[in-house]
């Protein structure tokens, strides 16, 4: 297994996993925050369990989430009228501008990463991981 390409992938997601852990020690979010900051649009407005399923959240755990989310002033909730259990939850301009962050911080590691490649390479290697990302997310492999 030390020359195949599961190997490398394995390499490659823990030096992303350490990354990832380090953006987010900088921006003060934890994995789920993170998760769910990044699970969100401008111009969403989800229901609390839509954002539950999206993160694969209990809906209790997502409860959580939503609420340190709140206290951070990250995202809006808006309660129906009709059934106060039932809430929207939307993006602030503070969790829009932490989004960015993210995005940002994301970019700069990845650029550091890809910089190993020529503008070809990157390329050739974002249409392959492209590929096998979206033959994956159909099949039945688990």
Known sequence: MENSILSRLLIIKEKYRLAEQEIRRSLNLTESEFRALLAMSKSDSLYGNELSQKLNLSVSRGSRVLARLRAKEYVSVTYNDEDRRSVSISLTEKGFAKKNDIHA??????????????EAESGLLLRLLTKLAGYLEESDMT
């Open 105 to 118: 911080a994301c970019a700069e590691i990845e650029a550091r990463m890809f910089a190993v490649f020529s």
